[in-house]
């Protein structure tokens, strides 16, 4: 009895309705939310494995407790649409929602969460202002009452926040792209976009070239080199964001614990494993090699944290690339002056969470022509409307 | 039976494993101590909790892995006993002996692969509920809570060849590369040179104990042992661990000469206690001085087995057969019974070997030996991991079975083992070619050097490297379940072909999906298996499969050792005036890495002193800046909205700096000393970003004559404000500071107390005030000086916290408290610092736009009718939806109200508008107040 395949193989067609650059949650999201309304006729190309992106190398951390009233309420349609997504796909995808904390180390950093919980509050996403002791009770192992250079002062709980199986995620995308009839190709590299009378006319790829009308950029750290092969520029810097994980432990950690402060992070899955990752490399650099310097850090500024971790071993490091914006925030929809060229980039360090969300909404504008008013903040035309979006406060290091 | 195990070295000690005294000797590690007491079964596998005993004994697979003394997942295997440890085996109630959790076993046909993924999600409740489970059962060692780890250290070192390995190859590259003149690091995880040498004595010549000497007594060889290099990183930077010591060196060449080891077989019950590595073995038998009772079988297809069996032999053991798995002539066999082109198909017995199943691999019926032991000596793995890692390209090259190098990364070498050569004559001289190409490169204009080096290269070609022409078939076909590739994750081969028919055929998705090569070893003792299985399964060739991609560290590192002993030398800045501040009892606050005193006595009271008499805040945490060169002020200009060309010598300004969309960064003040000189000051938090900004643009601008000098740390500074600032600074100043000679910003190079100043005369406060920066050294003088002067005027130190009100009463804003990353200066109430007229500068296309546009929100004042102050944070309603938010706020006693600052919309930012501000789940009603609630036209700081 051989198993089901999760998807099939395909001859590459000539053209197709929809393509979608990019094998990553936002990619596949976007291809299965539009078989979903009944656009099948799409294929998704990517260049190397599904998940070969960012889906594959980050944290994995799920949350809506951001600052703007139009990042909440889009994060929050991506939490609810995780929730729902193991049963819509038939696939465990562990969700394990067991809170995330963000601590403060300054009164600024209080004020600043004390900020987020209001506006979270007034949004209807569960988020509050806790302290040490109602801390400790979460999380025993924090050093909150130790020597400490820069002591924890508060947090930002966050419940419904937690973290997700990244992999299956993309899997599961996957398979149900390919169940409602569309066509996922690995290792299916675009090289050019072909442009005619203002409109998207075909995409060259490795394998060949195919006729579509609707191209969706979906390749978050290569993103502005895809742009530039139909001619839009995008205001996007490549990045790369390295994370590290440890050997496996019995769990003892279940909330994920963000100190911008200190410039780290960390989560235990389900595995043991401690994943731990820190802010993004100041330079811009399409390396996908991790460096000594960012162990060392990240060890440090988890050890000020947790001291009874000196012991743990770490197992391996790894870097991603992230698409950076000027103000921390995505860029979704169609692009202003090229007829059928969309776009649900620049997912700088936090995309993964918005994948559910993403794919959503820009499948609904594909299909139905219209702007969903959830898209709206986050056009392209905002960097030169000078409408940015006031994330980067809240952003930075928390994923 | 321990008797004839007993240690043959004396100085004997006790350690404690799960409890129980064990005896060991000098130079023996835990494991070889364990085995010696016939303590086999060392701990239980991650998924099904099988028995597992040691299979490597080189810290390569999981099977070993313990807690000791706290640390958890340490590998016994290469830990030297001593005494007085305490060793816990991990994953195992009660004990590794008998595990309940070993009925996982039993269950393992409903737990296929990627069974989390298909099951428990149903209903949704199910979830956390069954998770709770998994997280009870999952992970392997525990942490300890009061643990803190050991004291660790970090080394730099710099050389032109690192080597790798210091076995036969590496001895060699060592060597020539340091008689070439090269300064030479030869590194080894070992306690003592020698590599596979140390523990196969058929195989040591007399050539090596004197290569031994020469090594490490070469004045060109450093040795470093005990030393594992786990990571090869950009630009050849090697991370080290030597015990508790984290060695970072920089070579400019590195050659690799890791060697390898033996290949896994997969075949049932691959992973009982009792099944190890030759290697392992001989290093038991010739380095731990262990013996293995009962009957052995040797499974090879090389003549690294059949010195094993003879040595097996030789120390007591009965070997009971070779089954060689090449159908060619047999090695010297003695007298043991050769089963020529066999394999082993499975292992018999429920805790330990009890014996083997052969079968001929050509078909045909099996047969059974009894036996305790199967050694396997099949096949070999390069351990080509720093390779990978620094960019070399590998091929798999069918000839030897494994993946060669083909493509060298810049600065890389390999020798040895490693390459597949593993004819000690082929490997000594690719080991040399290595060393002197590495020392060739170093050293480019010795022409001796490279006729050496050609030499080398044709007498290599000269010599045919014999390779193994048998390509062993590594797994064993039979329909049996419980044939492990991956011993870390109990990963059997039925799962990979599931796996793959489920569609996972990329090799990195089949790992992700099945985590094969994900554990502990990171697939050290999979990787190989698992690609021949992904090829065979996808029909692909091995080479067409790839490999997973190699990331480091090559070993587990302990954070502990990365971290360093930073943790607890964590850097805390203080200000030349701090332990004055500690000694008057001020309470301290931290801003950014600096210590600020937050209060002295009470707010109220430094608040009154400032205002009525006289205040002195330090203030040396600013960022301070020393700019010099005829294009200073160009620089600035351009840096810059406001116009600073125009400045004079003698006065100071304030400036914003602003990012490309027009966003404020920071603010401070600039001053003109002489015309080409220029000083600066920033905010405290922002003195570390604002210098790399500064440095970024200089270095965009080559041609500009600036020169720019950090000195935050060198000035201590202070601000002495309040309306009798003047008569108290005049007696110490050697300059007028009368009004009309000193004015409102003015700046002066003087003399105060006797030592040399920059006196800035600012008004932050509201007050007339001076800002007086003294070298570091003075600071604690000159802050007496002044107190002493102005103590029949009744000044009073003042702290941060009386700053923030006395301030906030000016309607002075703070960068990063009362703006974020959408302020603009237009908007944030400074329209005055923006000047568009200036042909350019940072941010002046979005300035320009935002100034056409208009403002959307603005920071505006704002006081409140009834008494209470909001706290900052607090949000701004507005047509029933959140619209701004408070960003400071207090009691002001000048507008005799509590007051604060807040972004409004644009349409309620008018003096008198009224905002609703939520606070504690009501709203409470601000008035918008446009001017500052003390002295609103500035005649103080101006008198
Ligand atoms: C270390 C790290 C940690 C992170 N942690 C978090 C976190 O905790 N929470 C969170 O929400 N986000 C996190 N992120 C961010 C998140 O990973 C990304 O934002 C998200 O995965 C982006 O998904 P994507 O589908 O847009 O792009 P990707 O997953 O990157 O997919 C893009 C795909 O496009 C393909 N592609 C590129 N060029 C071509 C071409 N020419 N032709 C065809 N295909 C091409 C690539 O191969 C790639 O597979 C993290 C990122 C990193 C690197
Ligand atoms: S036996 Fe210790 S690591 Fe393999
Ligand atoms: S055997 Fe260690 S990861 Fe597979």
Request: glycine share 10%.
């Given at each position: 009895?051989?198993?089901?395949?999760?998807?099939?193989?395909?001859?590459?067609?000539?053209?197709?309705?929809?393509?979608?650059i990019?094998?990553?949650?936002?990619?596949?999201?976007?291809?299965?939310?539009?078989?979903?309304?009944?656009?099948?006729?799409?294929?998704?190309?990517?260049?190397?494995?599904?998940?070969?992106g960012?889906s594959?190398?980050?944290?994995?951390?799920?949350?809506?407790?951001?600052?703007?009233?139009?990042g909440?309420?889009?994060?929050?349609?991506?939490?609810?649409?995780?929730?729902?997504?193991?049963?819509?796909?038939?696939?465990?995808?562990?969700?394990?929602?067991?809170?995330?904390?963000?601590?403060?180390?300054?009164?600024?950093?209080?004020?600043?969460?004390?900020?987020?919980?209001?506006?979270?509050?007034?949004?209807?996403?569960?988020?509050?202002?806790?302290?040490?002791?109602?801390?400790?009770?979460?999380?025993?192992?924090?050093?909150?009452?130790?020597?400490?250079?820069?002591?924890?002062?508060?947090?930002?709980?966050?419940?419904?926040?937690?973290i997700?199986?990244?992999?299956?995620?993309?899997?599961a995308?996957?398979?149900?792209?390919?169940?409602?009839?569309?066509?996922?190709?690995?290792?299916?590299?675009?090289?050019?976009?072909?442009?005619?009378?203002?409109?998207?006319?075909?995409?060259?790829?490795?394998?060949g070239?195919?006729?579509?009308?609707?191209?969706?950029?979906?390749?978050?750290?290569?993103?502005?080199t895809?742009?530039r092969?139909?001619?839009?520029p995008?205001?996007?810097?490549?990045?790369p964001?390295?994370?590290?994980?440890?050997?496996?432990?019995?769990?003892?950690?279940?909330?994920?614990?963000?100190?911008?402060?200190?410039?780290?992070?960390?989560?235990?899955?389900?595995?043991?494993?401690?994943?731990?990752g820190?802010?993004?490399?100041?330079?811009?650099?399409?390396?996908?090699?991790?460096?000594?310097?960012?162990l060392?850090?990240?060890?440090?500024?988890?050890?000020?944290?947790f001291?009874?971790?000196?012991?743990v071993?770490?197992?391996?490091?790894?870097?991603?690339?992230?698409?950076?914006?000027?103000?921390?925030?995505?860029?979704?929809?169609?692009?202003?002056?090229?007829?059928?060229?969309?776009?649900?980039?620049?997912?700088?360090?936090?995309?993964f969470?918005?994948?559910?969300?993403s794919?959503?909404?820009?499948?609904?504008?594909?299909?139905?022509?219209?702007?969903?008013p959830?898209?709206e903040?986050?056009?392209?035309t905002?960097?030169?409307?000078?409408r940015?979006?006031?994330?980067?406060?809240?952003?930075s290091?928390?994923? | 039976?321990?008797?004839?195990?007993?240690?043959?070295?004396?100085?004997?000690f006790e350690?404690?494993?799960?409890?129980?005294?064990?005896?060991?000797?000098?130079?023996?590690t835990?494991?070889?101590?364990?085995?010696?007491?016939d303590?086999?079964?060392?701990?239980?596998?991650?998924?099904?909790?099988?028995p597992?005993?040691?299979?490597?004994?080189?810290?390569r697979?999981?099977?070993?892995?313990?807690?000791?003394?706290?640390?958890?997942?340490?590998?016994?295997?290469?830990?030297?006993?001593a005494?007085?440890?305490?060793?816990?085996?991990?994953?195992?109630?009660?004990?590794?002996?008998?595990?309940?959790?070993?009925v996982?076993?039993?269950?393992?046909?409903?737990?296929?692969?990627?069974?989390?993924?298909?099951?428990?999600?149903?209903?949704?409740?199910?979830?956390?509920?069954?998770?709770?489970?998994?997280?009870?059962?999952?992970?392997?060692?525990?942490?300890?809570?009061?643990?803190?780890?050991?004291?660790?250290?970090?080394?730099?070192?710099?050389?032109?060849?690192?080597?790798?390995?210091?076995g036969?190859?590496?001895?060699?590259?060592?060597?020539?590369?340091?008689?070439?003149?090269?300064?030479?690091?030869?590194?080894?995880?070992?306690?003592?040179?020698?590599?596979?040498?140390?523990?196969?004595p058929?195989?040591?010549?007399?050539?090596?104990?004197?290569?031994?000497?020469?090594?490490?007594?070469?004045?060109?060889?450093?040795?470093?042992?005990?030393?594992?290099?786990?990571?090869?990183?950009?630009?050849?930077?090697?991370?080290?661990?030597?015990?508790?010591?984290?060695?970072?060196?920089?070579?400019?060449?590195?050659?690799?000469?890791?060697?390898?080891?033996?290949?896994?077989l997969?075949?049932?019950?691959?992973?009982r206690?009792?099944?190890?590595?030759?290697?392992?073995?001989?290093?038991?038998?010739?380095?731990?001085?262990?013996?293995?009772?009962?009957?052995a079988?040797v499974?090879?297809?090389?003549?690294?087995?059949?010195r094993?069996?003879?040595?097996?032999?030789?120390?007591g053991?009965?070997?009971?057969?070779?089954?060689?798995?090449?159908p060619?002539?047999?090695?010297?066999?003695?007298?043991i019974?050769?089963?020529?082109?066999?394999?082993?198909?499975?292992?018999?017995?429920?805790?330990?070997?009890?014996?083997?199943?052969?079968?001929?691999?050509?078909?045909g019926?099996s047969?059974?030996?009894?036996?305790?032991?199967?050694?396997?000596?099949?096949?070999?793995?390069p351990?080509?991991a720093?390779?990978?890692?620094?960019?070399?390209?590998l091929?798999?090259d069918?000839?030897?079975?494994?993946?060669?190098?083909?493509?060298?990364?810049?600065?890389?070498?390999?020798?040895?083992?490693?390459?597949?050569?593993?004819?000690?004559h082929?490997?000594?001289?690719?080991?040399?070619l290595?060393?002197l190409?590495?020392?060739?490169?170093?050293?480019?204009?010795d022409?001796?050097?490279?006729?050496?080096?050609a030499?080398a290269?044709?007498?290599l070609?000269?010599?045919?490297?014999?390779?193994?022409?048998?390509?062993?078939?590594?797994?064993?076909?039979?329909?049996?379940?419980?044939?492990?590739?991956?011993?870390?994750?109990?990963?059997?081969?039925?799962?990979?072909?599931?796996?793959?028919?489920?569609?996972?055929?990329?090799?990195?998705?089949?790992?992700?999906?099945?985590?094969?090569?994900?554990?502990?070893?990171?697939?050290?003792?999979?990787?190989?298996?698992?690609?021949?299985l992904c090829?065979?399964?996808?029909g692909?060739?091995?080479?067409?499969?790839?490999?997973t991609t190699?990331?480091?560290p090559?070993?587990?590192?302990?954070?502990?050792?990365?971290?360093?002993?930073?943790?607890?030398?964590?850097?805390?800045?203080?200000?030349?005036?701090?332990?004055?501040?500690?000694?008057?009892?001020?309470?301290?606050?931290?801003?950014?890495?600096?210590?600020?005193?937050?209060?002295?006595?009470?707010?109220?009271?430094?608040?009154?002193?400032v205002?009525?008499?006289a205040?002195?805040?330090?203030?040396?945490?600013?960022?301070?800046?020393?700019?010099?060169?005829?294009g200073?002020?160009?620089?600035?200009?351009?840096?810059?909205?406001?116009?600073?060309?125009?400045?004079?010598?003698?006065?100071?300004?304030?400036?914003?700096?602003?990012?490309?969309a027009?966003?404020?960064?920071?603010?401070?003040?600039?001053?003109?000393?002489?015309?080409?000189?220029?000083?600066?000051?920033?905010?405290?938090?922002?003195?570390?970003?604002?210098?790399?900004?500064?440095?970024?643009?200089?270095?965009?601008?080559?041609?500009?004559?600036?020169?720019?000098?950090?000195?935050?740390?060198?000035?201590?500074?202070?601000?002495?404000?309040?309306p009798?600032?003047?008569?108290?600074?005049?007696?110490?100043?050697?300059?007028?500071?009368?009004?009309?000679?000193?004015?409102?910003?003015?700046?002066?190079r003087?003399?105060?107390?006797?030592?040399?100043?920059?006196?800035?005369?600012?008004?932050?406060?509201?007050?007339?005030?001076?800002e007086?920066?003294?070298?570091?050294?003075?600071?604690?003088?000159?802050?007496?000086?002044?107190?002493?002067?102005?103590?029949?005027?009744g000044?009073?130190?003042?702290?941060?916290?009386?700053?923030?009100?006395?301030?906030?009463?000016?309607?002075?804003?703070?960068?990063?408290?009362?703006?974020d990353a959408?302020?603009?200066?237009?908007?944030?109430?400074?329209?005055?610092?923006v000047?568009?007229?200036?042909?350019?500068?940072?941010?002046?296309q979005?300035?320009?736009?935002?100034?056409?546009?208009?403002?959307?929100?603005?920071?505006?004042?704002?006081?409140?009718?009834?008494?209470?102050?909001?706290?900052?944070?607090?949000?701004?309603?507005?047509?029933?939806?959140?619209?701004?938010?408070v960003?400071?706020?207090?009691?002001?006693?000048?507008?005799?109200?509590?007051?604060?600052?807040?972004?409004?919309?644009?349409?309620?930012?008018?003096?008198?508008?009224?905002?609703?501000?939520?606070v504690?789940?009501?709203?409470?009603a601000?008035?918008?107040?446009?001017?500052?609630?003390?002295?609103?036209?500035?005649?103080?700081?101006?008198?």
């Amino acid at each position: 009895m051989s198993p089901e395949p999760m998807w099939r193989t395909h001859e590459l067609k000539d053209s197709y309705d929809v393509v979608v650059i990019g094998g990553g949650v936002h990619g596949l999201a976007t291809a299965y939310y539009l078989a979903r309304l009944g656009i099948t006729d799409v294929a998704v190309l990517e260049a190397k494995y599904v998940g070969f992106g960012g889906s594959g190398r980050n944290t994995a951390i799920v949350r809506s407790n951001y600052r703007t009233p139009e990042g909440i309420a889009f994060y929050d349609l991506s939490v609810k649409l995780y929730e729902q997504l193991a049963a819509e796909l038939e696939f465990n995808v562990m969700f394990s929602q067991h809170g995330h904390l963000t601590l403060a180390h300054n009164e600024r950093g209080v004020s600043g969460l004390v900020e987020r919980a209001n506006m979270n509050q007034w949004l209807e996403v569960d988020s509050r202002v806790i302290f040490p002791e109602e801390i400790q009770e979460l999380v025993p192992e924090l050093n909150l009452f130790g020597h400490c250079r820069f002591p924890i002062l508060a947090a930002l709980y966050h419940p419904p926040g937690g973290i997700i199986r990244h992999d299956a995620v993309v899997w599961a995308y996957a398979r149900g792209v390919d169940r409602r009839g569309g066509q996922v190709h690995q290792q299916t590299e675009v090289t050019g976009i072909e442009v005619r009378g203002g409109a998207v006319e075909a995409v060259v790829t490795n394998r060949g070239r195919v006729k579509t009308r609707v191209v969706v950029n979906a390749t978050a750290g290569y993103a502005s080199t895809i742009s530039r092969m139909a001619g839009v520029p995008l205001p996007i810097e490549t990045h790369p964001l390295q994370a590290c994980v440890t050997e496996p432990l019995k769990p003892f950690l279940n909330a994920v614990i963000v100190s911008s402060t200190l410039h780290v992070y960390v989560s235990q899955t389900d595995r043991g494993e401690l994943v731990l990752g820190a802010e993004m490399d100041d330079y811009a650099s399409y390396s996908l090699r991790g460096t000594l310097g960012f162990l060392e850090g990240a060890a440090l500024h988890l050890l000020e944290l947790f001291p009874c971790l000196a012991n743990v071993h770490v197992l391996r490091q790894w870097a991603g690339l992230c698409d950076m914006t000027p103000d921390y925030s995505p860029i979704m929809g169609a692009a202003p002056e090229l007829r059928g060229l969309y776009m649900t980039v620049g997912w700088g360090t936090y995309g993964f969470k918005a994948g559910p969300a993403s794919g959503f909404l820009m499948a609904e504008l594909i299909a139905t022509g219209k702007t969903p008013p959830r898209l709206e903040p986050f056009a392209l035309t905002r960097f030169a409307a000078d409408r940015l979006v006031g994330e980067k406060a809240a952003a930075s290091v928390s994923h | 039976m321990t008797d004839h195990n007993a240690p043959a070295a004396a100085g004997q000690f006790e350690f404690l494993y799960n409890g129980r005294p064990v005896r060991s000797a000098v130079g023996q590690t835990l494991a070889g101590a364990l085995h010696a007491q016939d303590e086999h079964i060392l701990s239980r596998s991650f998924k099904y909790h099988r028995p597992r005993g040691l299979f490597c004994c080189s810290g390569r697979c999981p099977n070993c892995l313990c807690t000791v003394d706290g640390e958890p997942n340490v590998r016994i295997c290469i830990t030297p006993a001593a005494p007085g440890m305490k060793v816990e085996s991990q994953n195992a109630w009660p004990s590794p002996k008998f595990d309940l959790l070993a009925v996982l076993d039993r269950l393992q046909a409903f737990m296929p692969v990627g069974f989390y993924y298909k099951r428990m999600y149903k209903p949704r409740r199910a979830w956390p509920i069954w998770e709770r489970v998994i997280r009870q059962i999952a992970g392997l060692g525990r942490i300890d809570r009061h643990n803190s780890g050991g004291r660790y250290e970090k080394l730099n070192l710099f050389a032109d060849v690192a080597v790798i390995g210091g076995g036969w190859a590496g001895l060699h590259a060592a060597l020539a590369a340091a008689d070439a003149g090269a300064d030479v690091v030869l590194i080894d995880e070992q306690p003592e040179l020698g590599g596979h040498l140390r523990h196969d004595p058929d195989l040591a010549q007399d050539a090596w104990a004197g290569m031994l000497r020469q090594a490490t007594d070469h004045a060109g060889v450093r040795v470093l042992t005990s030393s594992s290099a786990f990571g090869c990183y950009e630009e050849n930077l090697l991370g080290i661990r030597q015990g508790n010591r984290l060695i970072r060196l920089r070579a400019n060449q590195v050659i690799v000469t890791t060697g390898g080891w033996e290949r896994p077989l997969v075949f049932e019950n691959n992973d009982r206690p009792g099944v190890l590595l030759a290697s392992a073995v001989q290093r038991l038998m010739h380095l731990e001085h262990c013996r293995f009772a009962g009957a052995a079988v040797v499974v090879t297809d090389n003549a690294q087995g059949y010195r094993a069996a003879r040595q097996l032999v030789a120390a007591g053991t009965s070997v009971a057969a070779i089954v060689d798995v090449c159908p060619g002539p047999p090695e010297f066999a003695a007298d043991i019974p050769v089963f020529r082109g066999h394999t082993v198909v499975a292992v018999r017995g429920s805790r330990h070997v009890a014996g083997v199943e052969i079968a001929p691999l050509a078909g045909g019926p099996s047969q059974s030996i009894a036996c305790r032991w199967l050694v396997q000596a099949v096949g070999f793995t390069p351990a080509s991991a720093l390779l990978y890692q620094n960019g070399c390209q590998l091929t798999y090259d069918p000839a030897c079975d494994h993946a060669v190098v083909v493509q060298y990364a810049r600065g890389m070498h390999s020798a040895g083992a490693v390459n597949g050569t593993h004819d000690p004559h082929a490997a000594a001289l690719e080991g040399r070619l290595a060393g002197l190409a590495a020392a060739a490169t170093v050293r480019p204009h010795d022409v001796s050097l490279a006729a050496l080096l050609a030499d080398a290269r044709r007498r290599l070609d000269d010599w045919q490297a014999r390779r193994a022409t048998c390509a062993a078939q590594y797994v064993a076909e039979s329909p049996a379940k419980k044939k492990f590739v991956c011993l870390c994750e109990d990963v059997t081969e039925q799962d990979l072909c599931d796996a793959v028919a489920e569609g996972y055929a990329n090799i990195e998705t089949l790992k992700r999906y099945s985590t094969v090569c994900m554990g502990p070893c990171q697939g050290k003792m999979c990787q190989a298996a698992a690609i021949a299985l992904c090829a065979r399964e996808t029909g692909r060739t091995i080479a067409d499969t790839g490999v997973t991609t190699a990331r480091p560290p090559e070993q587990p590192v302990p954070l502990g050792l990365l971290a360093g002993r930073a943790v607890r030398l964590a850097l805390v800045r203080r200000t030349p005036i701090h332990d004055w501040h500690e000694r008057a009892g001020a309470q301290l606050t931290d801003a950014g890495d600096w210590k600020r005193p937050r209060v002295y006595s009470s707010v109220e009271q430094e608040y009154d002193a400032v205002r009525c008499h006289a205040g002195l805040i330090d203030a040396s945490t600013l960022g301070k800046f020393d700019f010099r060169g005829r294009g200073a002020a160009e620089f600035f200009e351009f840096m810059y909205p406001n116009r600073f060309a125009n400045l004079s010598v003698g006065r100071v300004r304030y400036g914003v700096l602003c990012d490309e969309a027009g966003i404020l960064l920071d603010d401070g003040t600039i001053s003109r000393l002489q015309d080409d000189q220029f000083f600066l000051t920033t905010t405290t938090g922002n003195a570390a970003a604002i210098d790399s900004w500064f440095r970024w643009w200089l270095a965009a601008r080559p041609g500009l004559d600036v020169r720019m000098t950090n000195v935050s740390g060198s000035y201590a500074a202070m601000n002495l404000a309040g309306p009798r600032s003047r008569e108290i600074l005049q007696p110490l100043a050697d300059i007028d500071l009368a009004n009309a000679a000193f004015p409102y910003l003015a700046a002066a190079r003087c003399i105060v107390a006797g030592v040399p100043a920059v006196v800035l005369r600012l008004g932050f406060v509201g007050e007339c005030s001076y800002e007086i920066h003294v070298p570091a050294q003075f600071g604690l003088a000159v802050w007496e000086a002044v107190l002493e002067a102005g103590h029949h005027a009744g000044i009073q130190p003042f702290g941060v916290e009386a700053q923030r009100l006395l301030r906030l009463e000016k309607k002075h804003l703070l960068p990063g408290i009362d703006t974020d990353a959408l302020s603009n200066p237009l908007e944030a109430g400074l329209p005055f610092v923006v000047r568009l007229e200036k042909p350019d500068f940072i941010g002046r296309q979005a300035l320009e736009r935002a100034a056409r546009r208009g403002p959307r929100q603005m920071l505006v004042g704002f006081r409140m009718p009834d008494g209470f102050a909001p706290e900052p944070s607090s949000l701004v309603i507005h047509d029933g939806r959140p619209c701004g938010r408070v960003t400071s706020s207090g009691y002001s006693p000048a507008a005799g109200a509590a007051v604060g600052l807040a972004w409004v919309p644009a349409a309620i930012a008018r003096n008198g508008d009224t905002i609703q501000i939520q606070v504690d789940g009501r709203l409470l009603a601000a008035v918008v107040h446009d001017a500052p609630f003390y002295d609103p036209a500035g005649d103080k700081l101006r008198s």
